[in-house]
C-alpha cells in the first residue's frame, strides 16, 4: 500500500510540473510566434519585428546600425533578421570588390520589412566588346502586319498589296500597333484605325501641345504612352478606354515588361509611375508616382534594367549609372561606366546584359 500510495504521488508530481511547464511553454511559444521577445533586463515581453534581403550576391556581410550581424551563405545572398526592435534601423551590405548597398529602414512590431531585389554592383564592372549581330538578336521585334505611312499632305496611308490608300486625314503624329494604328490629328483628337474593322475611332481629346515636333509613342499590350511637342505625357488605358494626362517636361518613356511600372525620364530626374497594384512590398497603389533619382547633371537617356526589373541604368555626361527604384529609406546609385558613353541599350532578351557604344565600339557589361 506504501510503495502505491509512492507511485501515485510521483505521478502526480509529473503531472503537476508538466502542467506548469505547459502553462509558462505554451503562452511564450505563442507570444514568440507573434513576434515578441522576452527582455531579462526589464523581465517584460516585447513586441519587435524584422528585415528580410534578398541579394544576388553570396558571401555578403550584413550589418545592423553598425554592428556586425551575419555573413549570408556561399549560395545565397539572403538573410532574415529577427527580433529587431521597433524603429529606425541603419542597415549596410559589404562584400570585398563590389560597393556597399545601405538602406534606412523603419522597422514596424510584428512585422518583416522585406527588400527581395538587393543588388551589389562591382567597382570595376567587366566589359567585353559585342557585335552588331548580337545587339541585333536582343532588339529583334516583330515584324508589322500592316506599313503606315505620313505623305505630304498629312494623310496617313496604309500600305497593302504594293499599292497605299489614305485612312485618315489632317494627322500629326501617328504610330503603329499589331492591329491597326493610334494617330493625332491637327485638332488635336486622338484616333485609332483597326485594320481588321477599317474602322476609326475616336479616344478623346485630352489636351495635346501640337508644333512642328512630332510626338513620340511607347506602345504595350495595354497601354499607350504619348508624348506631345511640348514634352507632355499623356496616358491612354486600353481597359478604361480613356486617355489622360500625368506628367510634363518629359523626355522619354519605358514600360517594364509586365505592364507594372513605367519609367518617366525628364532633363535630371527620373520618375516612376505604377500601371497596376504592387502585391509584394513595398505594396504601392496604381497610379503612385515616386521619383527614383533626382541627378544634377542632364539625363541623356535611361532603360530599365531587365534582370530585376527594379533598377534603371542611365547615361550623363559623367558615365553610366544603376538606380534602384525601391526608394524605401533612399535610393542606392552606383556607377557602372566612368566616362562619357554615346549609347546604352537593355533588353528584356538579355536581361542581365547592358550594351553600350563608344568611339565606334560596341561593348557589353553581364550583371
Given at each position: ?111 518583416v520589412t522585406e527588400f527581395r531585389d538587393v543588388f551589389l554592383v562591382p567597382f570595376e564592372p567587366l566589359s567585353a566588346t559585342s557585335t ?188 553610366v549609372f544603376i538606380a534602384e527604384t525601391d526608394t524605401r529609406g533612399g535610393s542606392n546609385i552606383s556607377e557602372l561606366i566612368a566616362g562619357p558613353v554615346d549609347e546604352i541599350i537593355t533588353s ?20
Amino acid at each position: 500500500m506504501i510503495i502505491g500510495a509512492m507511485k501515485r504521488t510521483t505521478r502526480r508530481i509529473i503531472f503537476y510540473c508538466l502542467a506548469l511547464l505547459f502553462a509558462v511553454a505554451g503562452p511564450l511559444a505563442v507570444l514568440t510566434s507573434l513576434g515578441y521577445t522576452f527582455r531579462f533586463s526589464t523581465a517584460t515581453f516585447e513586441s519587435t519585428g524584422g528585415i528580410f534581403i534578398k541579394s544576388a550576391t553570396p558571401r555578403t556581410s550584413v550589418f545592423l546600425d553598425g554592428a556586425f550581424f551575419r555573413e549570408t551563405g556561399f549560395l545565397t545572398g539572403s538573410t532574415l533578421m529577427t527580433d529587431i526592435a521597433p524603429g529606425t534601423h541603419h542597415v549596410r551590405l559589404e562584400r570585398q570588390g563590389f560597393r556597399p548597398w545601405t538602406k534606412t529602414v523603419t522597422v514596424a512590431p510584428t512585422e518583416v520589412t522585406e527588400f527581395r531585389d538587393v543588388f551589389l554592383v562591382p567597382f570595376e564592372p567587366l566589359s567585353a566588346t559585342s557585335t552588331r549581330q548580337e545587339l541585333a538578336a536582343v532588339q529583334a521585334t516583330s515584324t508589322p502586319t500592316h506599313t503606315f505611312s505620313l505623305d505630304k499632305k498629312n494623310r496617313l496611308r496604309i500600305a497593302e498589296n504594293r499599292t497605299s490608300r489614305v485612312v485618315a486625314e489632317n494627322v500629326h503624329s501617328f504610330t503603329p500597333t499589331e492591329d491597326g494604328a493610334f494617330f493625332v490629328g491637327q485638332n488635336g483628337f486622338l484616333a485609332r484605325f483597326d485594320a481588321d474593322s477599317q474602322n476609326v475611332e475616336t479616344v478623346g481629346r485630352p489636351g495635346f501641345f501640337l508644333d512642328r515636333e512630332p510626338f513620340r509613342f511607347a506602345v504595350s499590350d495595354h497601354f499607350l504612352a504619348i508624348i506631345d511637342s511640348s514634352g507632355g505625357l499623356f496616358l491612354y488605358d486600353a481597359a478604361a478606354g480613356a486617355v489622360r494626362p500625368i506628367a510634363s517636361d518629359t523626355q522619354e518613356v519605358r514600360f517594364d515588361s509586365t505592364e507594372e511600372k513605367l519609367l518617366i525620364v525628364k532633363e535630371q530626374s527620373i520618375d516612376m509611375l505604377w500601371l497596376a497594384d504592387s502585391e509584394r512590398q513595398p505594396f504601392q497603389k496604381r497610379d503612385t508616382m515616386e521619383t527614383v533619382a533626382q541627378i544634377p547633371d542632364t539625363i541623356r537617356e535611361a532603360y530599365w534594367c531587365y534582370g530585376t526589373e527594379q533598377h534603371a541604368i542611365y547615361r550623363t555626361r559623367a558615365g553610366v549609372f544603376i538606380a534602384e527604384t525601391d526608394t524605401r529609406g533612399g535610393s542606392n546609385i552606383s556607377e557602372l561606366i566612368a566616362g562619357p558613353v554615346d549609347e546604352i541599350i537593355t533588353s528584356s532578351l538579355a536581361p542581365s546584359t547592358i550594351f553600350y557604344r563608344k568611339g565606334g565600339t560596341l561593348y557589353k557589361i553581364d550583371l
